[in-house]
């Protein structure tokens, strides 16, 4: 491409950008632009008309820019401006043109400071600019003025990042000189979006009213926080400056002789002022629009082609055939349910390259969402024996007072033989007779000949009952995380209806109808498929069976020692590699940055990047937990956090570490894996503190066998439960919910629906 042809890419993705916003949409294309960031009074105005040459931005106290405002310089022999929404009309007068600004942006929002995501699309020509597109944004506010609503600063954020977020966005960081920079809200909102410093591009305004002594020099080298587009220095006018008229041709003079006579600066005057800065965003934007046509082209292809198609549909079209309404009707709702099943078996045309949809969605809440829960609703481990131990307690009743004393001082003998012992054991001491409770796997351990030594301080042998009641207490946490098993796949299921109902989009009310028959059907077989869970575990509840062929038996249990039962995986075996985002680095050394994470049985480690060369760090898993992170209001990440167990520094200074991903669906398959590796979530704090406050009981040493032998069995059991549990939901849920979807049943609605609804305004 010739430098001509060069010289057009900015004007045509400016025919783009006016023939999109003239049909008031964006036909889902990222065009390459300049977005202008930066707080109240940082000098954005100032800089924007310094380009021009021109006053004609509206000036004044709080937020002035209320709307987005689409600024398009185009190098002309003649000098006017005119509007997209008035563009019959040509602009000499730039005082007229900061008036209808302001009317423009009264208009949509207002006399009361309210703001728009609505841009106001202003072309520019004169002799004195260069090729530029640039979006000037409201400025970083803090406090509500007038009327503004009292999130306005959450909604001015939350309006920039919808313009800087875009690849194709280029980051115009506008930041005062005589501000610290490490709190300058344009940079922080440039690295959420632009952690490596790509897209960001920092202008440094008001240098000539620093402190004395003062300079910014080591920004402007880009030495402090670099950015890979670097800094440009500018001085602006002053207020006084603008009150008084001052020409911009003499304020670019003035400029020019600071940069040249400052010792500070006169070394990168060249590189320093508006006119460089013009040069330069011109320049950037060029090469930007030249990077990104490739990907612009195949988009604009693909689209083109995707109507085309549309309009063949429609090219026999007959409205007024009868039949024509009601084959399409059915040909539609076939179509529906066609792209309903591709959509949960995964064998559609379209595959989604950016995230998880439909049936993948699913699969992980099956296998790793649900698994997560399970592990969640785990029992503590000081509540779990402390329970145990009152339960054996219990259960004893007021005979331990009676069996502590017999063992201190007795000999008891046995009044039947062996094999006729049932259930209870008769005994006899000093006259007087017992029955004593008798566990029968014990009963040749504790009888020698025709004498028993009572040697069970706080009770004869371990009760069954104790477990059983325990077990069951568990089975019953799993009715909460079942459920809410079946509430995430009903969300993900209405998510597919309303991606499979687009293709209905020229037909609203059959659209609507769709989906209400559709999700009314969903949510009548939601009703059933929670009733078929519950039954499930209450069978679970109905007979706990410890003949099961994994369950470990009392021998075994009495064997086994706690730590068995947290066995971690294979060592040194990779259990998840992927990128991560650590969130709470200081922005004096870069801020939020992204890295190669390498999850192990063992460890985690992080490298610069995939090719694993340059390991950053290695953190053992010992001690650590997890816990959430609430996520940040100018962040649209989702985070979580990393933590030692006994308050010990994590990496460096940090006590925790957080870990944040670009979806809440890679943050819990993130949790996943981390529990596959042993580290567990954490309890509520407040739990924690009324755990330790009741643990404080102490235990005999026969008690605390007997505990332990009643935990391991409980472990064991559990681990059946959830086993059979994980293998079932998704079963369940697939039978009585989404296979059942396409069913005759919801076909026979769509009939009933058929002539009265789409004979109206939908034909």
């Known amino acids: 491409m010739g430098n001509r042809g060069m010289e057009e890419l900015i004007p045509l993705v400016n025919k783009l950008q006016d023939a999109f916003s003239s049909i008031g949409q964006s036909c889902h294309l990222d065009l390459p632009q300049i977005a202008v960031v930066g707080g109240q009074s940082a000098g954005k105005s100032s800089v924007l008309e310094n380009f021009v040459g021109r006053d004609f931005l509206p000036r004044g106290s709080g937020i002035v820019t209320r709307r987005p405002l689409i600024l398009q310089l185009i190098f002309s022999k003649t000098e006017y401006a005119e509007f997209l929404h008035c563009k019959s009309k040509k602009f000499t007068d730039f005082d007229e043109v900061r008036q209808e600004i302001e009317a423009e942006t009264d208009r949509v929002t207002g006399s009361n400071k309210g703001i728009s995501p609505v841009p106001i699309n202003l072309r520019v020509y004169s002799p004195h600019v260069l090729n530029l597109t640039l979006i000037d944004l409201p400025g970083i506010t803090k406090v509500p003025v007038g009327d503004q609503p009292q999130d306005i600063e959450y909604q001015i954020k ?28 344009a940079l922080k909102m440039a690295k959420e979006v632009d952690p490596q410093g790509l897209r960001t591009i920092g202008v440094i305004t008001k240098l000539d009213l620093m402190d004395e002594g003062t300079d910014a020099r080591d920004v402007l080298e880009n030495k402090l926080l670099p950015l890979r587009r670097g800094y440009i220095g500018v001085v602006n006018r002053s207020q006084k400056d603008i ?62 082609l995707s109507l085309e198609k549309e309009v063949e549909e429609y090219k026999n079209f007959r409205p007024d055939d009868p039949t024509r309404k009601t084959k399409a009707l059915l040909q539609m ?19 989604d390259t950016l995230e998880l949809s439909g049936g993948a969605r699913i699969n992980r809440i099956f296998h790793e969402r649900f698994p997560f829960e399970l592990v969640k609703m785990e029992f503590d481990e000081k509540d779990l024996r402390r329970e145990i131990s009152y339960a054996i307690k219990n259960i004893h009743g007021v005979r331990q007072v009676l069996e502590r004393y017999l063992i201190g001082h007795h000999r008891v003998s046995c009044c039947l033989p062996l094999k006729k012992l049932k259930g209870c054991l008769p005994v006899k001491m000093s006259g007087a007779s017992y029955s004593v409770p008798l566990a029968m796997k014990n009963v040749s351990e504790m009888l020698q000949g025709n004498r028993m030594i009572i040697i069970v301080l706080t009770g004869l042998f371990t009760p069954d009952m104790a477990f059983e009641t325990i ?10 995380p079942s459920l809410k098993c079946v509430d995430l796949v009903v969300s993900e299921l209405a998510m597919v209806i309303k991606k499979c109902t687009e293709k209905l989009c020229s037909y609203p009310r059959l659209r609507e109808e769709t989906e209400r028959i559709v999700t009314t059907h969903i949510r009548e077989r939601e009703g059933r498929t929670k009733d078929q869970i519950l039954l499930l575990i209450d069978i679970e509840l109905s007979y706990i069976n410890t003949n099961h062929e994994d369950f470990i038996g009392f021998a075994n249990a009495q064997q086994r020692s706690t730590q068995a039962n947290k066995k971690r995986a294979i060592p040194n075996q990779v259990i998840r590699r992927g990128w991560l985002t650590i969130n709470n680095i200081s922005i004096m050394k870069g801020g939020s940055k992204e890295y190669w994470f390498i999850l192990t049985a063992e460890n985690l480690s992080w490298y610069k990047d995939e090719e694993e060369k340059e390991k950053k760090y290695m953190l053992p898993l010992d001690n650590l937990k997890i816990r959430d992170v609430e996520k940040g209001f100018m962040s649209n990440k989702h985070v979580f956090a990393i933590f030692n167990t006994e308050q010990r520094n994590v990496y460096k200074d940090l006590r925790q570490i ?31 503190e009324d755990g330790a406050q009741e643990n404080t009981f102490s235990m005999d040493p026969q008690l605390e066998r007997q505990v332990e032998t009643i935990r391991n069995l409980v472990d064991s059991y559990v681990a059946i439960i959830n086993k059979s549990i994980r293998d079932l939901m998704p079963k369940t849920i697939m039978h009585l919910m989404i296979n059942n979807v396409s069913m005759e049943c919801v076909w026979g609605r769509w009939v009933g629906f058929g002539q009265s609804g789409f004979s109206c305004s939908d034909s």
């Open 471 to 480: 077990v069951k207490k568990q089975i019953v946490k799993l009715k909460e």
């Open 658 to 688: 957080e870990l944040a991903c670009d979806s809440h669906e890679d943050v819990d398959s993130w949790k996943a894996s981390f529990l596959r590796a042993g580290v567990y979530p954490e309890k509520d704090q407040a739990e924690n």
């Open 158 to 185: 939350d309006m920039i990042l919808q313009f800087i977020s875009r690849e194709s966005s280029l980051i115009l960081a506008v930041t005062p000189a005589n501000m610290d920079l490490a709190n300058s809200d």
């Open 243 to 304: 009150d008084g008229k001052k020409d911009i041709r003499a304020a670019l003079a003035a400029e020019r002789k600071f940069f040249l006579s400052h010792p500070a600066y006169r070394h990168m005057a060249d590189r320093m002022g508006t006119p460089h800065l013009q040069k330069v965003l011109n320049q950037q934007l060029t090469n930007h629009i030249r990077e990104s046509l490739p990907s612009l082209r195949s988009k604009l292809q693909s689209q083109l």
């Open 333 to 351: 709702v076939q179509q529906f349910a066609v792209d309903f099943e591709k959509r949960i078996e995964g064998s559609g045309d379209q595959v």
